[in-house]
């Protein structure tokens, strides 16, 4: 997996447990996408300073994930319900189904994937 | 929810967070089902002292569920899972569906469950 999204995803399940000033910097970083320049301009802090937060917020992250393993399980629940939303549009396109059973999958095929991202 | 059955959630998810010790008293009490008293006796501590470490370690759990609300997360997922299990099992009983697809729903039914519970 990508380290962006996979830092991306620890700062989901773990971020709370940072120092605010911590969230506040990968707050800008992750949701709004700001440069670390951006970042040292908006919060009045020298790049590297911006540069060193992030850095030590990741692996504080990393360290609850090494611990707690709570992404690595969600990682392996999303590609498993990924897998059962594949067979169940293999069952769509291939079976003849009535009007309402084609609503229903579709539907479930839809809220599979919401579950699963 | 039951109490316990919450309780026993917040352990399974931020149980790594606690203390070795805390974690010992627990795994007797929720894993191995043992009362305070078989507890206490097991590892040499009074009743009254199992009692006071499990209710602190219930304390720590719930606060870590109050800052990252994890477990909260979980279990909304597996009621929209049970939900969308509930729908491809409608499907299965009231549609003339093919020897195929009737298979692959089956497991699909099956699958959900595991991830569900």
Redesign the interface.
Known sequence: MDKIIQNRLFYD??G??LTKHQQEVLDLYYDEDLSLAEIADRLKLSRQGVYDIIKRSNQALKNYEK????VSNEIK?RD??N??NG??K??LK??K??E??KK??K??IQ??EK?AN
Chains 1, 2 share one sequence.
Not at 67 to 70: A, S
């Open positions: 399940f773990y709370e447990l611990t707690l393993g709570l629940r498993r319900l897998s059962i067979k169940i293999r069952v291939s079976d189904l009535n309402e059973s229903i999958l539907e479930s809220e599979l579950i």
